[in-house]
């Protein structure tokens, strides 16, 4: 019950994160250089969208491999 608990909330948490980082891109390639300015974490916008697209991969993966796994019933109960 505890993992299932565990992986439930980075689920929920990979959801979330989807949901704001889908929501940060731009169909017009201004991504997060529209809010609020340009980035100062990254050193050009090209290098701030390439980051975003990663990161944003990257938790699709986990949130569609964490789905199956739950939905399966993989996880001890």
């Known amino acids: 019950m505890i993992a299932t608990n565990i992986v439930q909330g980075i689920w929920a948490f990979s959801a979330t994160g989807l949901i704001i980082l889908v929501l940060l ?3 017009k390639g ?3 250089g529209a ?3 340009q980035a ?3 050193s050009s ?3 701030a969208e ?3 697209n ?3 991969w990257a938790l699709t993966v986990i949130f569609l491999g964490l789905t ?3 939905s399966a019933g993989w996880l001890p109960k």
Do not use: E, M, W
Request: charged share 10%.
């Open 40 to 42: 100062q974490l990254f």
């Open 68 to 70: 199956v796994v739950l």
């Open 25 to 27: 891109h731009s169909p």
């Open 50 to 52: 390439n980051t975003l």
């Open 35 to 37: 809010i609020g300015g």
């Open 30 to 32: 201004d991504g997060i």
């Open 45 to 47: 916008a090209k290098s």
């Open 54 to 56: 990663r990161i944003t």
